[in-house]
């Protein structure tokens, strides 16, 4: 496959991955859903995670359209986005819920929501604002049908790892416990810290480079 960029799809694996955090989010859902059962269950993580995953690929493909309506550039998208990736970065290094994610007035209102697998399982707690912020960046950047096509593979596949990982909650919560939850957890923020650097980083040096040449 021509213009296959092995970085890029590690980069949008890993932001998407660490953005979804299925394994801080899967204590939550697991007390979403705790009147449920097993078969349940498993229907509203299944719609969830195509609510999810549609709402995902259409901001994915609508990124550049919405960028030029608005008149914004990918660069001043990738400081923003990159401060709100920071802010959840450091929220899941302190193994905190971002309330970018989910409040407690929505966790509240879902317990009583007949359709807790539209909201806020699949949005906001799984396609949150920071995970459509990351695909609509990432897909600005894939440059070829290639890697477009390999992009949107990758949020395909994320979500279905996200869909194992929320289905085996159980599981997972018992066998590593709070504690090993929190490590995996925070690890993960650390990784989301320095992706959200690098976009930081990223934005102000195009912008920066492109006021000296304006103005030189």
Known sequence: MENFDLSFVLLSFSSLFTLLNPIGTAPIVLSLTESLNPEEYNKVIKKSIVVA??????FAMMGNIIF????????????????????????????????TKSTPKESEEASENDDIALTPIGIPLIAGPGAITSVMILAAQANSFDQKV???????????????????????????????????????????????????????????????????
Do not use: H, P
């Open 68 to 99: 030029t309506f608005y008149g914004i550039t990918v660069y001043a998208f990738k400081i923003a986005g990159g401060i709100l990736f920071l802010r959840i970065g450091i929220n899941m290094l302190e193994a905190k819920v971002s309330r």
């Open 150 to 216: 390999i992009f949107y593979l990758n949020i395909v596949v994320t979500l279905f790892i996200t869909f194992m990982i929320l289905k085996l909650g159980k599981k997972l919560t018992r066998k590593l416990g709070t504690a090993g939850l929190r490590v995996i957890e925070r690890i993960m923020g650390m990784i989301l810290m320095v992706v959200a650097i690098q976009f930081i980083i990223d934005g102000l040096n195009t912008v920066i480079t492109n006021y000296i040449v304006n103005f030189s």
């Open 53 to 58: 995953c549609l709402i995902l690929l259409l």
